[in-house]
């Protein structure tokens, strides 16, 4: 499990790459829920294809460990942000639950559902291949 825990520190790379071409570019022009909504949609496919690779590389020994490796993640992801928000950025707790709110417009939940079982979907599938 420790080698799925280091994978995760990619991710924040990922994450923070994304975050910064969004500011760079289209973050300029659309509005900000809108440019957040594209954001997740960009980081949730280059995410997904860093979970390919580390599944293709490393796979689980079953789909319950690859369930629980997106757990890991997921656990992970929303302690760092939950950090990030209430301690290094000092906004309220409602700025933070804010985030979650999909009636909101706003989409990071779905993207946690993707973190967490992107790790089963790439496993069945690479199953499926192995099968064949």
Known sequence: ????VLAWIPMLVIAVANGA??????G????EPHAHQLSTLIGSFWIGAFI????????PSSGRQALLVGVVW???TVAFE????LVLQHRPIQDVLYEYDLSAGRVWTLFLIWLGVAPW????IRQGQNAA
């Open 28 to 31: 300029k022009v659309m509005s």
């Open 52 to 59: 390919w690779l580390v599944v293709h590389t490393w796979p």
């Open 74 to 76: 997921v656990l992970l």
């Open 121 to 124: 979907i790439f496993f069945r």
């Open 82 to 85: 939950t950090f990030m928000g």
């Open 1 to 4: 499990m420790f080698r799925y």
């Open 21 to 26: 071409f969004r500011q760079l570019t289209f």
